[in-house]
């Protein structure tokens, strides 16, 4: 969820930068009230809140996409950062501050369980921009790195 194309919402990245720098400090976002934004129903505290903050680690690369999702709808750059993989991570991500994000649906997953070094996550991800409604489809590559799963990249099935 990094690239823009008629049918995506605005993000923007500029050159990869090293590990470790300061855009990668946590910074909770405020928590939304109700339940989390990537649709599972829970509070957010108990579902993708506990990632953001760093009180767990996505345990799957599905928990990771969601996470991610939630973090888009709640303009968690750091987050994001901090949960791509180092290779192909972006020095900053400037999130548009004008798209909702207004649902995800989960498609297909591939691979990552506790034996997989590598997974993919197919979604459908809304959102409404400038008073339209939009969506991404993508599918997602995660990969484990220093034993946690990162996003590596994605492609846009047609």
Do not use: K
């Amino acid at each position: 969820m990094a690239r823009r194309t008629s049918r995506t919402a605005r993000t923007r990245t500029s050159a990869r930068s090293a590990p470790g720098t300061a855009a990668l400090t946590p910074t909770p976002p405020t928590a939304p009230a109700g339940p989390c934004p990537c649709g599972r129903g829970e509070p957010y505290g108990a579902c993708c809140g506990r990632f953001h903050t760093g009180a767990a680690a996505a345990p799957t690369p599905e928990l990771l996409m969601r996470s991610r999702y939630s973090a888009f709808a709640l303009l968690d750059a750091p987050y994001l950062l901090r949960t791509w993989a180092p290779a192909t991570r972006p020095a900053r991500l400037d999130l548009d501050p004008g798209t909702r994000w207004t649902g995800l649906e989960i498609l297909e997953t591939t691979g990552g369980s506790a034996f997989h070094p590598a997974g993919t996550v197919t979604f459908r991800a809304r959102f409404r921009e400038g008073g339209r409604d939009g969506e991404l489809l993508e599918r997602s590559r995660f990969e484990r790195y220093g034993g946690a799963w990162v996003y590596v990249d994605g492609t846009f099935p047609e």
